[in-house]
């Protein structure tokens, strides 16, 4: 298969979503299938829940109850994208799972914006300065500018670098991966 990959939105019976990553995961792994479903996710979030006696504890909760997120290897043909026929089967007749989201259950992958929106695909970022660091910005409207870095906010995925602007020190705050250490440092 090509290298191109994409996420579907698999709908299950409420409560089963857990149930049916693991089923896939489990077929995937006993048929050979890496190459074909890359990955399965059920995204969840942390929150805060306060009891009736006061206490607060801290409870993970599904992000989107009743779907299941897959990654998948496709063959891209003028735009659309087809999956293999093997893990849509393998998919679709899993139990707990009711179909593909899509116009007729018919699976349409999520865009590139919407993945970055859910935060279903957690990219890895590797940063190569600490705070002190002289650093250049390599992407959005401050790009190509050279300053100190501040902070460093690795949970929120910020970054604050004072850069030099019309004679003045200005702090600046970009995502992580806008910023690289300047070279000769």
């Known amino acids: ?49 306060t009891k009736e006696d006061g206490t607060v504890k801290e ?21 659309t994208y087809t999956m293999p026929d ?5 998919i679709r007749n899993t139990r707990g799972v009711t179909g593909f989201v899509g116009p007729e259950s018919k699976p349409v992958p999520l865009s590139e914006e919407e993945v970055a929106g859910l935060g279903v695909d957690h990219k890895t970022i590797t940063i190569n300065y600490e705070v002190g660091d002289y650093v250049r910005i390599n992407d959005g409207p401050m790009k190509d500018f050279t300053g100190t870095v501040e902070n460093i906010d ?22 992580l991966n806008q910023v690289e250490r300047a070279v000769g440092d």
């Open 154 to 175: 690795v949970e929120n995925n910020k970054t604050r670098v004072t850069v030099s602007m019309f004679g003045r020190e200005t702090a600046v705050e970009t995502e």
């Open 59 to 79: 409870v993970e909760r599904k992000t989107f109850p009743g779907y299941v997120f897959v990654k998948l290897s496709v063959e891209e043909d003028g735009g």
């Open 1 to 49: 298969m090509a290298g191109i990959s994409k996420w579907y939105v698999i709908h299950t019976y409420s409560g089963y979503e857990n149930k049916v990553r693991d089923n896939i995961q489990k077929v995937v792994e006993n048929r050979g299938m890496q190459d074909r479903i890359l990955d399965v996710s059920v995204p969840t979030e942390t929150v805060e829940e």
């Open 86 to 90: 093997d893990a849509w089967y393998v």
